[in-house]
């Protein structure tokens, strides 16, 4: 594909160049597009990136709307067919902020004051639209032979929450025509398995805007789930000696400027809230408290390890741009730990910590995961604690226990806490890209922040390392994948209704209830629909709605024959059992934890 630079000269562009030079030229299309229906329109950046593209815009009191995407869509088709070509000219600075402000391009003026004197600022001009960009770019719009606009969101300009919310108007594109219908193909798939339109069809958590964004509320069923899990993991950590805690929601400032949060993270933070004396906040995260309680008693070295856990609830100021569902939100629970333990127990820590994480993953099928060992850049004076010697030891040590235990990993800059490296375990899901699921990181620094201290076998007072580790990360996420790689079919254990008994008239309403009452006192989740709907309604519902692993039918040849008929959910499969049968086999599956139906 020919494509020209931002000197005006025309290349031959290699394959791997090709599909980002179109979609930064779709970016321009669409802007070009934008600005011919809605002429007040300013324009801020429009990049391509790995999925596809996006222009973030200001269209002033104008609310954009989803249904708005397609005469926007049309129009660039439009400019596509007129096969204007690209030209590119460069202009002195004065000259190029002259040329902005007169196209009423605040953003771009900005941009300019930005820049380094002496770069060259160059524009690309398609028609009557010209944007200030390095290229570069397809020759004629013609070139432009699959594309589409995908979604609106909001992002703050420059990316910081004090400036003005933007439109960000969002496409893809391709090639081929073939390439973007089978990116439609995988997006449908995608969607079908969206854990928002899941929760919404199974009833498991809503959102409301008065109660606020990023602030789901857990329904019955969904709630059901979500203390199964619960269960589930403090369950395992039980049997492995961690002793479960229950701390507050908020802290005070005071405690996060100790631990550094307040220096580190205090932008991700909710804002802090006077009583009193005081000033409080709600809490990003656990680690603060927890060494507090480290800290509220003297330890010898024959305690420790000491593993503290807790299901906590954490907030966090996530971007609105951000939020998705219960996967992202502002309100979270997460599957938290802190190990305090001697340097020589690091090894065996962590091997246990990652042997948990792996047994965990062994019960829910999850087999498509990497390990990544994110380090800090010692570039970044901000973002992380200085102390270079601190960190060499915690990389080396956790780099060394990793390849000691045997973990395949590999290794990036800049990902790691502030305080300290750590392991993260990314999960593919189905849907789309890498979500970090489990965590454990080695922590030298918040030890040493709170004072905390054992006595060694000689007396003498030593600093104990830290282990900060999740194994489900937060229970809305990890919820949240699982609803997406199962597309809420979820195995009997966890679904919040088990088994459904569907009486086929009034006439079994007796022997159905009967049923019902036995699988309920036996602990098991069931429902019993005797709405008077046809029983093919009813049995399609349960399957495809609210995705009942066990739909009991119970018609009068049942009654007679003191029998049901047992419908699997995944299977659509039909069997007839006496109920002590149906009895053995649904409990065998929830005790076992079984992930067939």
């Known amino acids: 594909m020919k494509a020209?630079?931002?000197?005006?000269?025309?290349?031959?562009?290699?394959k791997d160049e090709e599909l980002h030079i179109l979609?930064?030229?779709?970016?321009?299309?669409?802007?070009?597009?934008?600005?011919?229906?809605?002429?007040?329109?300013?324009?801020?950046?429009?990049?391509?990136?790995e999925k596809g593209f996006y222009y973030d815009v200001d269209l002033g009191e104008k609310k954009l709307t989803e249904e708005e995407l397609a005469p926007i869509e049309e129009e660039m088709r439009k400019i596509v067919k007129e096969n204007l070509p690209f030209k590119t000219f460069e202009l002195p600075r004065d000259e190029a902020v002259k040329l902005m402000e007169e196209r009423n391009e605040t953003y771009k003026v900005e941009h300019i004051s930005d820049l380094p004197e002496g770069d060259r600022i160059t524009f690309f001009q398609q028609g009557e639209y010209i944007d200030m960009c390095v290229g570069p770019h397809i020759t004629y719009t013609k070139a432009l032979k699959a594309f589409k606009l995908l979604s609106i969101s909001g992002a703050y300009w420059r990316a910081d929450q004090n400036n003005k919310m933007l439109t960000r108007i969002n496409g893809t594109a391709f090639a081929t025509k073939e390439e973007l219908a089978e990116f439609e193909r995988q997006r449908e798939e995608a969607l079908k398995r969206d854990h928002r339109r899941i929760g919404r069809d199974m009833e498991l958590f809503?959102?409301?805007?008065?109660?606020?964004?990023?602030?789901?509320?857990?329904?019955?069923?969904?709630?059901?789930?979500?203390?199964?899990?619960?269960?589930?993991?403090?369950?395992?950590?039980?049997?492995?000696?961690?002793?479960?805690?229950?701390?507050?929601?908020?802290?005070?400032?005071?405690?996060?400027?100790?631990?550094?949060?307040?220096?580190?993270?205090?932008?991700?933070?909710?804002?802090?809230?006077?009583?009193?004396?005081?000033?409080?906040?709600?809490?990003?995260?656990?680690?603060?408290?927890?060494m507090r309680i480290?800290?509220?008693?003297?330890?010898?070295?024959?305690?420790?390890?000491?593993?503290?856990?807790?299901?906590?609830?954490?907030?966090?100021?996530?971007?609105?741009?951000?939020?998705?569902?219960?996967e992202r939100g502002r309100h979270f629970c997460q599957n938290d730990s802190h190990i305090f333990c001697t340097p020589e127990q690091i090894k065996a820590e962590v091997k246990g910590v990652c042997d948990l994480i792996f047994d965990t993953y062994k019960d829910f099928g999850i087999t498509d995961y990497r390990c990544v060992l994110s380090l800090r850049d010692p570039k970044d004076t901000v973002k992380y604690h200085q102390d270079d010697e601190m960190w060499n030891t915690a990389e080396n040590a956790l780099r060394e226990v990793l390849k000691e235990i045997g973990i395949h990993f590999t290794e990036e800059i800049g990902e790691a806490a502030f305080y300290g490296p750590k392991?993260?375990?990314?999960?593919?899901?189905?849907?789309?890209?890498?979500?970090?699921?489990?965590?454990?990181?080695?922590?030298?620094?918040?030890?040493?922040?709170?004072?905390?201290?054992?006595?060694?076998?000689?007396?003498?007072?030593?600093?104990?390392?830290?282990?900060?580790?999740?194994?489900l990360g937060s229970l809305d996420r990890f919820m949240a994948y699982i609803l997406e790689e199962t597309k809420g079919h979820l195995p009997v254990w966890l679904a919040p209704t088990q088994a459904i008994v569907l009486p086929v008239s009034e006439k079994t309403f007796e022997y159905s209830g009967k049923i019902y009452e036995k699988l309920k006192d036996k602990g098991i989740r069931v429902r019993l629909d005797d709405?008077?709907?046809?029983?093919?309604?009813?049995?399609?519902?349960?399957?495809?709605?609210?995705?009942?692993?066990?739909?009991?039918?119970?018609?009068?040849?049942?009654?007679?024959?003191n029998v049901i008929t047992v419908r699997s959910r995944d299977t659509g499969e039909s069997s007839t059992m006496t109920y002590e049968e149906f009895e053995k086999l649904i409990l065998e599956k929830i005790e076992n934890k079984s992930r067939e139906v």
């Not at 390890?305 to 609830?313: G, Q, S, V, W």
């Not at 965590?439 to 030593?462: H, I, V």
């Open 423 to 471: 392991l993260d375990v990314n999960v593919k899901p189905v849907t789309g890209n890498e979500i970090t699921l489990s965590t454990c990181q080695l922590d030298f620094c918040l030890p040493m922040k709170f004072d905390l201290t054992y006595t060694d076998a000689n007396d003498q007072r030593k600093t104990p390392v830290v282990i900060h580790r999740a194994i």
């Open 23 to 49: 979609r930064h030229s779709a970016a321009h299309i669409l802007a070009q597009a934008v600005k011919r229906l809605y002429p007040e329109a300013k324009f801020a950046f429009g990049p391509a990136n």
């Open 206 to 290: 809503l959102s409301d805007e008065l109660v606020g964004k990023g602030l789901p509320m857990y329904l019955p069923d969904g709630y059901t789930i979500w203390t199964e899990l619960e269960d589930y993991i403090r369950t395992k950590e039980r049997r492995l000696g961690y002793l479960h805690v229950m701390t507050p929601c908020v802290g005070t400032v005071q405690l996060y400027k100790t631990s550094g949060h307040w220096d580190h993270y205090k932008d991700n933070m909710f804002p802090p809230m006077q009583v009193e004396d005081e000033e409080f906040v709600l809490r990003p995260m656990n680690c603060p408290h927890h």
């Open 531 to 561: 709405r008077s709907e046809k029983i093919g309604y009813k049995i399609r519902e349960a399957q495809a709605v609210l995705r009942t692993p066990y739909m009991l039918v119970i018609g009068q040849k049942e009654e007679e024959e």
């Open 4 to 14: 020209l630079d931002n000197k005006g000269q025309v290349f031959e562009c290699e």
């Open 294 to 326: 480290y800290a509220s008693k003297r330890h010898s070295y024959r305690e420790l390890p000491i593993r503290i856990a807790e299901i906590a609830h954490d907030f966090r100021f996530e971007s609105s741009g951000t939020l998705k569902g219960i």
